[in-house]
Nanobody
Framework: QVQLVESGGGLVQAGGSLRLSCVAS????????MGWFRHAPGKEREFVAA?????YYADSVKGRFTISRDNAKNTVYLQMNMLKPEDTAVYYC?????????????????????WGQGTQVTVSS
């Protein structure tokens, strides 16, 4: 049984930083895409960042967020700096069991078959 477990969310002031972690179990995703999406109230779940060998970012987080992975630990991270109130959302870890051959597919939530339960990030102004 595959599980993705996120941690690291919390309350932070604008301009602050948080580091999210997502540990996968049940399958080794080391050679496959993993990513982060977020869901804010009243909005659709949206892409944040993804990684396989390259990294992919939403325009809204470029230069502020960094995605990385530790394949030995089957873990993906999201370092979030210069946080803004509009970053407030539930952040979900996602993983795909298989390759993606089109770069645009990394941004598409339907391409990921495994999801974590989410971790709340709240940024106060």
């Amino acid at each position: 049984q595959v599980q993705l477990v996120e941690s690291g969310g919390g309350l932070v002031q604008a301009g602050g930083s948080l580091r999210l972690s997502c540990v996968a179990s049940g399958r080794a995703f080391s050679d496959y895409p993993m990513g982060w999406f977020r869901h804010a109230p009243g909005k659709e779940r949206e892409f944040v960042a993804a990684i396989r060998r390259s990294t992919y970012y939403a325009d809204s987080v470029k230069g502020r967020f960094t995605i990385s992975r530790d394949n030995a630990k089957n873990t993906v991270y999201l370092q979030m700096n210069m946080l803004k109130p509009e970053d407030t959302a539930v952040y979900y870890c996602a993983a795909r069991w298989g390759y993606l051959y089109n770069g645009n597919d990394y941004y598409t939530r339907e391409k990921y078959g495994y999801w974590g339960q989410g971790t709340q990030v709240t940024v106060s102004s």
